[in-house]
């Protein structure tokens, strides 16, 4: 295809005319999969602007790494989602000033620091395991989803902030969802569409944030984790910068966790081959009441197979999308400056030329003599800007199943719809409603 009045040589496939946002936001997954069979690079209009999207882990690799620098997230949907919440935190913040912030930040997710706090991970999930099998007991169904966002909620106030938010949890959780619903839903052409439930909520969120780092000053600002570093780091930190970072933390370092749990959660009770596998490892690790450590990670490794395997199929992070700065080509396709370029590891996640049976939960895909291109799975982003936080989130993810499973069953209630949502985070649409049997 020839576009002469731009002077490009050629465009990618697409489909023709302008896209709807409101039609593309009713069902953003199966138009990305649509995208996709395009071919490896795409084009489409939306709002008046080209969107190119890459559906190949080495164009991917090019735009999040090699090329990278080219790049930005400035004026991206994921921008846009997550700047009216977040401010400018680690997620939103660009060039230098994400360079200082990632620099600060780091040190308190390096794996020895992560691994201090596994206690905090593993008491917060032999709480909710209690809770679980009394429910379990009398065959009483509980809102997985609900219940895994409060535990890492918990988890990552206490390792990270240094913070106990147990009182307003639920609260904390409740606003999450109307914020996430708010932006993953907007429509700027709507009136209302939903926002005074976001300003109440984001003004909850800012509330208990400010709350936490008002504390935290007033008791001093010692303390090894990454509160304590942020406010004894010597950089010059208002209030706001510090809440933006609060804040961008606790959302980031729960929301998907929690995900990925109760997708395991769920797709271990749709294949009880692998729910067995991973029951017999807690067992054999575990030696029976055992409460798991750091130490047991290299033992867990059918449980973080689970885990990954459930995060391909359902990656909480399911778009990530980038602005160019100059002109680039990708795949022989030129890209002008300040196109937005879009990656969806939901569809790399699901490409046959990569993944044998796609569709299947196979959890031993990720076993040690298998190897995955760097960029062919994305579950925590790709290149500089990869989630900071992955190695909390995989010791916690692990950690936190070895102690459920080992005493509960968490079963489906029969006839249940599980749908994804794809809004911030790929979510399951209506919950997760299981009944906890005790084993």
């Not at 395997?309 to 602005?323: C, H, N």
Request: glycine fraction near 10%.
């Amino acid at each position: 295809m020839a576009d002469t009045h731009s002077g490009y040589v050629s465009l990618p496939p697409g489909p023709d005319g302008a896209q709807s946002l409101r039609s593309m936001r009713e069902d953003p997954l199966r138009f990305v999969t649509e995208m996709a069979a395009y071919g490896d690079v795409t084009r489409h209009e939306a709002e008046g602007a080209p969107v190119y999207m890459l559906h190949r882990p080495d164009l991917a690799r090019h735009v999040l790494k090699d090329n990278g620098a080219n790049y930005t997230k400035d004026r991206t949907p994921d921008d846009d989602m997550l700047r009216p919440l977040l401010g400018n935190g680690l997620l939103t913040s660009g060039g230098e000033e994400w360079a200082r912030q990632r620099k600060m930040i780091a040190p308190a997710f390096r794996p020895t620091e992560v691994e201090r706090f596994d206690q905090v991970m593993t008491d917060a999930a032999a709480g909710l395991t209690e809770r679980w099998r009394r429910a379990g007991e009398e065959g009483a169904a509980v809102r997985v989803d609900h219940d895994l966002t409060a535990l890492t909620l918990t988890v990552i106030a206490r390792a990270m902030l240094g913070a106990d938010i147990a009182g307003v949890g639920d609260g904390f959780g409740r606003a999450v969802d109307e914020v996430n619903r708010f932006i993953g839903h907007f429509d700027p052409a709507s009136e209302g569409g939903g926002r005074e439930g976001f300003r109440r909520a984001k003004a909850f969120l800012d509330g208990v944030t400010r709350a936490i780092v008002a504390a935290r000053r007033a008791t001093g600002q010692e303390g090894h984790d990454l509160l304590g570093a942020m406010l004894a780091s010597g950089h010059a930190m208002t209030a706001t910068d510090l809440r933006d970072q609060v804040l961008t933390i606790v959302m980031a370092g729960h929301e998907t966790t929690a995900k990925a749990l109760t997708w395991t959660l769920y797709l271990l009770d749709r294949h009880p081959d692998a729910a067995r596998a991973v029951r017999a490892e807690v067992d054999e690790v575990l030696g029976g009441d055992r409460t798991p450590t750091a130490a047991d990670l290299p033992r867990l490794t059918t449980c973080q197979r689970a885990i990954k395997e459930a995060m391909r199929l359902y990656p909480p992070v399911w778009l990530i999308s980038r602005r160019s700065v100059e002109a680039d080509v990708v795949g022989g396709y030129p890209i002008p400056p300040g196109t937005l370029v879009c990656v969806s590891p939901y569809v790399l996640h699901r490409d046959p030329r990569y993944w044998p049976d796609p569709e299947t939960y196979a959890p031993d895909r990720f076993a040690a003599e298998h190897t995955h291109a760097g960029h062919q799975y994305l579950p925590f982003g790709g290149g500089p800007r990869v989630c900071v936080g992955r190695h909390f989130a995989m010791v916690e993810a692990t950690l936190v199943l070895a102690v459920l499973l080992r005493a509960v069953r968490p079963e489906l209630v029969p006839g249940f719809p599980v749908e994804p949502e794809a809004l911030v985070t790929l979510r399951p649409r209506h919950g997760m409603l299981m009944v906890p049997r005790p084993r």
